[in-house]
């Protein structure tokens, strides 16, 4: 078994995690897939912010668990869900992190959208 880098984030590749002000909605294919007043933003060094949103606020009649697997040493191993709308499916749309290391503990139980892959606004309040 190969044992896996694990990589804490320091001030030469910050990671913060902070509620989101207002309301996030995602679509997929123009539907509405997920609604959440409970997004975290996650800020990773110079990448643009990421929304984690509450699994609980994703519709689960969309979602399908796939095969895929990636692995971030700065957050653990990502696992994946495609999302049909009507008759088109998005495959790998959502990563989800289901054991976060703890220096991104708060995003466990939450999801993010690939932006090319969806449209994710967000509504200051």
């Known amino acids: 078994m190969t044992t896996r880098e ?19 909605q995602v679509r997929v294919n123009g539907e509405v897939v997920a609604d959440t007043r409970a997004a ?7 990448y643009p912010v ?9 519709n ?3 979602l399908t668990c796939t095969t895929t697997r990636t692995y971030c ?12 709308t009507g008759d088109a499916t998005v495959e790998d749309a959502i ?8 220096a991104v503990a708060a ?5 993010a959208f690939y932006p090319n ?8 309040d």
Do not use: F
């Open 107 to 111: 995003i466990a139980g939450h999801v």
């Open 73 to 84: 040493p700065y957050k653990g191993e990502a696992s994946y869900y495609s999302v049909t």
């Open 40 to 46: 975290l933003g996650l800020a990773e060094s110079s």
């Open 6 to 24: 694990i990589k804490e984030p320091t001030a030469d590749h910050p990671i913060t995690i902070t509620p989101t002000n207002g309301r996030v």
């Open 60 to 62: 689960p009649a969309v």
């Open 95 to 102: 990563w989800t992190y289901q054991e976060p290391y703890p």
């Open 117 to 124: 892959k969806a449209d994710i606004s967000v509504v200051p």
């Open 50 to 58: 990421v929304q984690y949103i509450p699994l609980g606020d994703v």
